[in-house]
């Protein structure tokens, strides 16, 4: 198999908690003790060649990647797997250059994490198998009309959707008397509109007014934010990679100014929110792991392999800007403490 030139390199071991990929690139085998099982189906060499094309560093997506590398080295082995994990620094550019490298060195399977490095991918191979997570909506991220819950093709993975009308009860239960709730989302991000558009119906629903409030990139967050809590009551943020990355310019206009923020995921809560309805990417990476086993060693046609969702929610709430906001938070809420 190729090797490329790395522009970061660093060895990973089985202790460290949630990887921070500073760099634009880095090598790792596994690091787990079991030997798995996997030499009959391993390649040539012995060991599987695995590419991780992150979009971007943040909570969410640096667990669902640590989470996918513990859960295959688990099973394959850690002399069995080796990963080239890859960080596009959130520009769609790097995505492309970084999975045609992969496909240039032939590797065995792709990890795509985030909607950006999905598409990426799927332009760049029909042929290696590639699993995506930290992806809300595929259907709407591969231009795939009616979709079934599988591609047909060389695609599947997990899905980090929580339930959006769950998400408008939360926002409803916790700032009851809400006039305008503002949702802000970045337009370049397709799982951000699809998530704000369920959202609109949540809401219209509810007979709750809404507006939109769109940031094209991260430069454009400080300008939308001051225009959002201008006008609104509180703000709702999807599962939205770069608002994720922004938060504390967030935090720093909506916080002086009062208004409570309900979101997709608890990383962006920590950063600027009062509640969300999360999952924990953590776990949905252990499962796109356990979809990567099953294609490399036991031969599942990933092409049938439904796209899987992660199987709880939990209500969380940051204690702190509930009780400055004086937002009274019922049972069936978990403390979530930043870290």
């Excluded at 509810?206 to 430069?219: G, P, Q």
Aim: proline content about 3%.
């Amino acid at each position: 198999m190729i090797r490329r030139n790395k522009l970061v390199a660093m060895t990973m071991v089985a202790a460290m908690g949630l990887m921070s990929f500073a760099g634009c690139g880095a090598t790792t085998t596994g690091s787990a003790n079991n030997s798995g099982s996997a030499e009959a189906a391993a390649p040539a060499d012995g060991v599987f060649h695995i590419g991780v094309c992150q979009l971007l560093e943040h909570q969410a997506l640096d667990a669902a990647t640590q989470g996918f590398v513990d859960e295959l080295t688990e099973k394959l082995g850690k002399d069995k797997v080796v990963f080239d994990i890859q960080n596009a620094q959130g520009e769609e550019a790097n995505c492309a250059t970084i999975v045609s490298g992969f496909v240039s060195s032939d590797v065995d399977l792709i990890l795509a994490n985030a909607t950006a490095s999905l598409q990426a991918a799927s332009q760049a191979t029909a042929d290696i198998p590639i699993l995506g997570t930290s992806i809300t909506d595929y259907g709407a991220a591969l231009g795939i009309e009616n979709w079934t819950g599988t591609s047909g093709t060389n695609i599947s993975g997990t899905s980090d959707l929580a339930p959006i009308s769950e998400q408008a009860d939360m926002l409803m239960e916790l700032v009851p008397n809400a006039k305008q709730v503002g949702l802000l989302y970045c337009s370049a991000e397709a799982n951000s509109v699809y998530q704000i558009e369920q959202m609109e119906a949540a809401l219209d629903k509810a007979k709750v007014a809404h507006e939109r409030y769109s940031a094209a990139d991260s430069n454009e967050i400080q300008s939308v934010v001051t225009k959002a809590v201008s006008e609104c009551d509180v703000l709702y943020i999807p599962t939205d990679n770069t608002l994720a990355s922004n938060t504390e310019i967030i935090d720093n206009i909506a916080g002086p100014a009062g208004i409570p923020i309900i979101a997709g995921e608890k990383g962006i809560v920590e950063g600027c929110g009062i509640a969300t309805l999360s999952i924990d990417y953590y776990e949905l990476g252990k499962a796109t792991g356990d979809m990567a086993y099953e294609i490399l060693v036991n031969g599942a046609d990933i092409s049938k392999m439904e796209v899987q969702y992660a199987p709880n929610v939990t209500k969380l709430f940051m204690a702190d800007r509930c009780t400055k906001l004086n937002i009274k938070v019922p049972e069936g809420y978990t403390e979530l403490k930043a870290e």
